[in-house]
């Protein structure tokens, strides 16, 4: 039974959980993920949390809590710096138990922990092994990286794993990215560990570098992200590119090879859809993206991530309703109502952290570690440091030329609009239900110490309706939410 609209990001705006692994257990999906920190230096720096949600309420999301710290297995390097708890995924075995398959910088290994609760306090359990006991990825094997694992219908446990981007020596740390794309491994169901599809590494057929020229997968190449899902008898890898901004997907009939390219997810920019051809002309500022499919209800999701801070390294849970016909899924477009079921409410207040487009006049850009600098850039930030409660994020650097805009509302009964904003701003923002289109309400901005709301008539009715906030003015502004009435 719902009892809360749902928003993007869909936890708590002060939440930094990339790389989502959805799975469904019982009545409740569970969501595991890395864990970035406010403003690091680097992705992943903080322990394993997880986050849940009843199936037929996605917008009541609960902390389960710290399920794993990263100094509980035992080759955890002295310095998390540069060998964070990275992407993990989960599944249960034939025990009835829990099993979360993840990798820590610093170890070329594939660790295992457990648990008897799909979100209870998880225990370092083994390594990921040959037959003979020796880890994989110590045999010069390519760089095993963002585990994903299925348990198929038949009670066999696959495994897959694969990073192909060359130009990363830190985290390659010595090894060699994968020139094939994603290997696969048939585990042991009954240690859960053990490979048991033999001593030579195996590939799946979804295609990278040179070996994706003149395929279908030439424009989105695999780069990492391994993730499985079966549906209606097939099975659909989903990875990200070498483009890094963009969720694919590729389908087989087979859990191990035959894997045919299927088409872009998402992008945490838009980039694919049409007018957005490019990064520079993102709907976000962009950067890398890791995530997966999952059916809940009936509905299918695409679960990913976005950006915020002017950085990669504060990364924020996204997820949104994809259409899929006869076995295709069709891109889905980044909204701030994602798992909501439909459009957001005509009336109350929306913090501005749900904005699903931001830009500047100068346009958006791929983010690397370090802040990107603020002129002519809006960006979605928030007030101190990493925390685990406290005011939303919202849009600081409202400047000339910015735009920020959220999708969408029903406006049926809307009549009024007030914006709540701080700053050394003076101008006019411009309300617009469309990307380029014509004013339905416009507010003077004028200089406020403390947040002020501005307010305006709105005429923009309609079930399923943008708003686009355009500033036109001198100076910048802290956008901190709105109200519609």
Sequence with gaps: MKTKQAFNPYMPSWEYVPDAEPHVV???????GSHDIFNGLNFCLG????????????????????????EQDPAAPRIRLTNGLAAPDMVQGPDGRFYLYYFMGGT??????????????????????????TPIGKRNEPFQFDPGCLMDEDG??????????????ILLDGSKPTEHGPMWFELDTSDMLTVISGDEIQYMGVLTGKEAKGTPYEEQPFGEASSMRKFNGKYYFIYSSLNSHNLCYAVSDKPNADFQYGGILVSCGDIGLPGVPDVKHAHMSTGNTHGSLIEINGKYYIFYHRHSNRKQSSRQAMAEEIRFEDGKFYQAEMTSCGLNGGPLSGSGNYPTSIACNLYGKDGTRFLSMLKHPKKNTPFLTQEGGDREEGPEQYIANMCDGAVAGFKYFDLTSTKKIRVNVKGKATGTLYICT???GAPAASVEIKPAKNVHGFVAELHAPGEKQALFFKFQGKGSFDFISFDLK
């Design 26 to 32: 019982g009545d409740r999906v569970y969501v595991y």
């Design 47 to 70: 322990d394993y949390v997880c986050w849940s949600a009843p199936v037929d309420d996605l917008g009541n999301w609960r902390y389960e809590g710290e399920i794993f710290k990263r």
């Design 108 to 133: 070329k290994m594939i660790s295992v922990a457990v648990c008897d609760e799909p979100a209870g306090k998880y225990e370092f359990y083994g390594y990921v092994k040959y037959s003979d006991g």
């Design 156 to 169: 066999r446990l696959y495994l897959y794993t694969g990073f192909a981007f060359g130009g990363n020596p």
């Design 434 to 436: 469309e990307e380029k």
